[in-house]
């Protein structure tokens, strides 16, 4: 248990639905982050949150769009996605941005996405 | 625009060796470097965090060091067991823009 829990576990959905990925932190921390880690690449950040505001959008398509209501919850909304958007998508979080302290991120267990 | 290389890309090793794991990146200003283990369908488990100021750190049978002005750090672990078969990721904070930085991760399997 890393206090990082993410529903679903897998989702398959065709290029035209709409659906949503949700994180959820029993921490206590203060930002959260959405990666996407492709195979035999390395993770990218998509987005980051620090006390529910975006601090920072890795340029990433807007048929992706992320939701912080509040310092515990992370939303990442899907769209029009297409064959290669295909990943694990990995939530975590961190006490403070990880680019002001040296904290480790804790991360959860991913969303595996399959977009047919 | 920091780079982060991780060879071997997958090693085998039988149980009770002692090994080495190598993470290399371009950056020197490095603000820390962290391992993460990674095992399938699972997310990424911190194992140790070492910051610029360090030169190692030290969790049970795991030990990182850092170099920053070769731009390397290793993992080893010793008297490995199969229950360290996983992929380890190394990253990097870059102080310089201010974002870790990912390797592809190094897959290592234990045999019993």
């Known amino acids: 248990e890393t206090g990082v829990t993410q529903t679903p576990r897998h989702l398959v959905m065709g290029m035209t639905n709409k659906k949503s990925l949700k994180c959820e932190q029993h921490l206590g921390h203060n930002a959260m982050y959405w990666y996407k880690q492709s195979a035999k690449k390395p993770l990218e950040l998509m987005f980051v949150y620090n006390f529910k505001e975006q601090t920072e959008n890795n340029s990433v398509p807007s048929r992706f769009s992320p939701e912080c209501p509040n310092s515990s919850h992370l939303f990442l909304h899907l769209h029009t996605l297409q064959p290669e958007d295909s990943a694990l998508y990995l939530c975590?979080?961190?006490?403070?941005?990880?680019?002001?302290?040296?904290?480790?991120?804790?991360f959860g267990d991913g969303t595996r996405l399959s977009i047919l | 625009k920091q780079e982060v290389t991780q060879i071997p890309a997958a090693l085998s090793v039988p149980e009770g060796e002692n090994l080495v794991l190598n993470c290399s990146f371009t950056d020197s200003a490095i603000y820390n470097l962290q391992w993460f283990r990674q095992d399938p369908g699972k997310g990424l488990t911190s194992l140790l965090l070492?910051?610029?100021?360090?030169r190692e750190q030290t969790s049970g049978r795991l030990n990182a060091s850092l170099d920053k002005s070769s731009g390397r750090s290793t993992l080893y672990i010793a008297a490995s067991q199969p229950g360290d078969s996983a992929t380890y990721l190394c990253a990097g904070l870059s102080g310089g823009y201010q974002k870790v930085t990912f390797g592809i991760g190094t897959k290592l399997q234990v045999i019993p």
């Open positions: 070492i910051q610029s100021s360090q």
């Open positions: 975590a979080s961190s006490q403070d941005l990880v680019s002001n302290s040296n904290q480790p991120q804790h």
